[in-house]
């Protein structure tokens, strides 16, 4: 019964400690952040909302009215109060992601080979893409797959990110340094950044090319903000821009503190639980 007990503690921990993963309702609204500037040429659209804080520099792209010669259907925001709410935004989502256990470790280019539901895998160095890689969310449509990789991520020319019933909002890379997305690739999922972005000639995202502190650089490219946030709850909530999936209802708030202070209960005890499985 002890070893129930215990072993039950284990799996709320594991849970605890790998909960779902969501953007902040502000930086949700962007399809494009950068820490210093953001950077255009050719005719790039982005489905969304575009902005640069603690930087000013946009260049090559306009609001909504023809003059482009990129433009940006949501607004645009250098260096006010929402780019920085956003960047507040950005850190503790790339701090969350950072926190997750690790469920494997890749360090070979991605291409070829498909990834599963629920999985948070770890590239120690750079990560690449050539040819197609597929993520597979059939046995959880709402759930979320998170690759942490430890420098860069860089894919070919023509590359393509293959989704199997997985939400491009529920789709995390988190970037130690910076990503470059290759001539004409198609990417999907929240790009989060510590340095920078660089979409190629015609690369398009299906998702979100947010970096904390240095510029993202655009060239005809198409991003498509996904109109909800991610956080493994039918797509969470929706953001400005479109409607969103419908939402599983909430557990009411009694539950949510019940399963707050079991998760505060078992990481104190977390120590002393691989002792106790030991136990007769």
Request: aromatic fraction near 4%.
């Amino acid at each position: 019964m002890n070893k129930l007990i215990v072993l039950f503690s284990w799996v709320a921990l594991s849970v605890c400690l790998n909960a779902q993963i969501t953007l902040g309702t502000t930086v949700g609204t962007f399809g494009v952040l950068a820490g210093s500037t953001v950077t255009n040429t050719g005719n790039t659209v982005v489905i969304g909302s575009l902005g640069v804080s603690p930087g000013t520099a946009i260049t090559g792209i306009t609001g909504i009215a023809p003059g482009g010669p990129g433009v940006v259907t949501g607004t645009i925001h250098s260096a006010d109060s929402v780019a920085a709410t956003a960047q507040s935004e950005l850190t503790a989502a790339y701090n969350a992601v950072a926190g997750t256990a690790s469920t494997a470790t890749w360090n070979t280019d991605l291409g070829g080979h498909t990834f599963y539901v629920g999985g948070v895998y770890t590239a120690s160095t750079s990560l690449g893409l050539t040819g197609t890689v597929t993520l597979d969310c059939t046995s959880n449509p709402n759930g979320q797959i998170i690759f942490k990789i430890g420098s860069t991520l860089t894919t070919a020319s023509n590359s393509n990110v293959n989704l199997l019933s997985c939400l491009p909002a529920n789709i995390f890379w988190l970037v130690g340094t910076s990503a470059s997305l290759g001539t004409y690739s198609s990417f999907s999922g929240n790009i989060l950044a510590q340095t920078a972005i660089t979409l190629t000639t015609g690369g398009t995202l299906q998702g979100r090319a947010l970096a904390r502190t240095a510029a993202v650089t655009l060239d005809t490219n198409t991003i498509n903000m996904p109109t909800t946030l991610g956080g493994g709850t039918g797509g969470g909530p929706s953001v400005p821009g479109g409607s969103g999936l419908p939402s599983t209802p909430a557990p009411s708030s009694l539950i949510l503190v019940a399963l707050a202070l079991v998760c505060a209960g078992v990481y104190q005890a977390r120590k002393r639980l691989p002792k106790l499985l030991g136990r007769s």
